[in-house]
T-cell receptor
Framework: KQEVTQIPAALSVPEGENLVLNCSFTDSAIYNLQWFRQDPGKGLTSLLLIQSSQREQTSGRLNASLDKSSGRSTLYIAASQPGDSATYLCAVSDGSQGNLIFGKGTKLSVKP | KAGVTQTPRYLIKTRGQQVTLSCSPISGHRSVSWYQQTPGQGLQFLFEYFSETQRNKGNFPGRFSGRQFSNSRSEMNVSTLELGDSALYLC???????????????FGPGTRLLVL
């Protein structure tokens, strides 16, 4: 059974700092991995989607990497801003089932 | 293009009642998935519909059911509500899940259900 773990559960950093969020999964047979952002009481916003054949994806200040063999992904946020404060969720699409399996998220707080 | 919409946004029910939640996917999207989010369990997959057929189902009791209409709009129903059903219910749509999860899912704002 696929399990997704995110460490740390919470992170507080000063504005301007570069940071890394971690995601690990137990079964390397994934179709893709997605990083989402969730603001309090809101739905999810897709940030980056990495196909299983890819190693990384970039969007603006965000860079996500994928290492299928070790079951790990990282989300790198450069020059963090208070507006980046949110919960970041990692999810894998697991084989033929197609549904997303989520980690429990990392709650990020960027202080001015 | 309008995003995924969910109605109602907030709902209060009592134990034993039933509830129906609605989801309208992005225009042209044919796949709709439902998820339950709770503080304890996080986000868990409920079921997925494509062309009015349930293609995949998560590990939830039969009290949770859904359907999809010919215009791709979807509803989920929870019967005999329990306190533990209090959660944020999220709907997501994508173009075509027959690509086995190779494309992005777009999420709605969710329906927050409180069971008293």
């Amino acid at each position: 059974k696929q399990e997704v773990t995110q460490i740390p559960a919470a992170l507080s950093v000063p504005e301007g700092e570069n940071l890394v969020l971690n995601c690990s999964f137990t079964d390397s047979a994934i179709y893709n991995l997605q990083w989402f952002r969730q603001d309090p009481g809101k739905g999810l916003t897709s940030l980056l989607l990495i196909q299983s054949s890819q190693r990384e994806q970039t969007s603006g200040r965000l860079n996500a990497s994928l290492d299928k063999s070790s079951g790990r992904s990282t989300l790198y946020i450069a020059a963090s801003q208070p507006g980046d404060s949110a919960t970041y969720l990692c999810a894998v699409s697991d084989g033929s089932q197609g549904n997303l399996i989520f980690g429990k998220g990392t709650k990020l707080s960027v202080k001015p | 293009k309008a995003g995924v919409t969910q109605t109602p946004r907030y709902l209060i029910k009592t134990r034993g009642q039933q509830v129906t939640l609605s989801c309208s996917p992005i225009s042209g999207h044919r796949s709709v998935s439902w998820y339950q989010q709770t503080p304890g369990q996080g986000l868990q997959f409920l079921f997925e519909y494509f062309s009015e057929t349930q293609r995949n189902k998560g590990n939830f009791p039969g009290r949770f059911s859904g359907r999809q209409f010919s215009n791709s709009r979807s509803e989920m129903n929870v019967s005999t509500l329990e306190l533990g059903d209090s959660a944020l219910y999220l709907c997501a749509s994508s173009l075509d899940r027959s690509l086995a999860g190779r494309e992005t899912q777009y999420f709605g704002p969710g329906t927050r259900l409180l069971v008293l």
